[in-house]
């Protein structure tokens, strides 16, 4: 099996993304709670986050350097 294959498998388990030594990535620290799923399910959360937050960060005048 090929290597990105077995990482994006090994991302679905649920359990792994909640197991001890994953805070070292800075996640946590950052604020960010890491969720299992699929792309589709990523893709649908970023869709969502777009729509709540985007009219925010325009409103803001909010630009990437």
Known sequence: MPAATRLRERLRQPGLLVAPGVSHLGLLDAGI???????????????RDL???GPI???AGIKLE
């Not at 709670?33 to 869709?47: I, K, L, N, W, Y």
């Open 51 to 53: 729509a709540a937050y």
């Open 57 to 59: 960060v325009k409103a």
């Open 33 to 47: 709670e890491p969720t299992p799923g699929s792309p589709e399910q990523f893709r649908a959360q970023m869709q």
